[in-house]
């Protein structure tokens, strides 16, 4: 017990010391490094795609573009004017910003709405004039949206045409930094694998999609699974489609990393 009970000391004292190590050797005085990367052409291009989505032919009335420099702050903003020709002008620091903007001019000046359930876009036409510049800006840097339990309540049953319908709401809605647990099976499968863990012990370990937030949070093991390889590869497509139009749209999406949860095998 006393030899158990130092190593156990020591172990704890040497952790200590890392993590000390760590945290002086990374020092993060901003996050400026934490910002779109994504070409402003590019998140433009998916600005314009939303409002084809939701518009159809009348999102020819918008002409958008995306200027980072049109915020000194590291702020989201957004400018929107009338043209001489009934058109909306709209400038974004950001696709985020540039979406969410155009959406604020869509319900407080032609009364729209998009929502989960549904949504009003009967656009008036012509579109409302704007007197002047109508600047938005918000003063959070990063809004984050979602949880880890809705993945299995919701999220693991859905399609790319209902994520892509996801993505363009959290974009009209200002969220820039969503989380984005898809797929991650996959790549945990290949990181076992390496290990030496044989398929039958990691079918042992993954619980089925409904489960899996619990399976993620070490509360259970195996439950309603196995998870077919089919499900895995799925998964992981999907997971890169999600990804690319959340980055297309500036968000930066908060990816998994380890939980600590390992399956049984590992002791072998």
Not at 74 to 86: F, G
């Amino acid at each position: 017990m006393w030899l158990n009970m130092s190593f156990k000391k020591a172990s704890y004292a040497a952790l200590v010391v890392v993590c000390l190590c760590l945290t002086v050797s990374c020092k993060f005085p901003t996050l400026d490094h934490l910002k779109p990367k994504a070409s402003d052409k590019t998140q433009a291009r998916a600005v314009s795609g939303l409002l084809r989505r939701l518009l159809g032919n009348r999102s020819t009335e918008f002409i958008v573009s995306v200027n980072r420099s049109l915020s000194n702050d590291s702020l989201d903003v957004c400018e929107l004017r009338s043209a001489k020709n009934n058109k909306i002008v709209a400038t974004g620091s950001t696709g985020v910003a540039l979406a969410s903007g155009i959406y604020n001019y869509l319900k407080y000046f032609c009364n729209c709405h998009v929502s989960w359930s549904g949504k009003q876009l009967e656009v008036p036409s012509p579109l409302p004039q704007l007197t002047g510049v109508l600047r938005i800006n918000t003063p959070h840097r990063f809004r984050y949206y979602q949880n880890v339990c809705t993945v299995s309540y919701s999220f693991v049953w859905w399609d790319w045409p209902r994520w892509e319908k996801e993505i363009d709401w959290m974009a009209l809605n200002g969220i820039n930094l969503p989380l984005a647990f898809t797929g991650q099976e996959a790549v945990w499968q290949e990181v076992y694998r390496s290990l030496g863990l044989n398929e039958s012990e990691l079918e042992d370990f993954f619980s089925g999609p409904a489960f899996l937030a619990w399976n993620r949070m070490a509360n259970m093991d195996k439950f309603g699974g196995p998870l077919p390889q089919s499900w895995h590869v799925n998964q992981l497509y999907l997971q890169f489609k999600i990804l690319e139009r959340m980055r297309a749209f500036g968000m930066i999406p908060v990816l998994p990393a380890f939980s600590g949860n390992i399956p049984q095998g590992i002791l072998r």
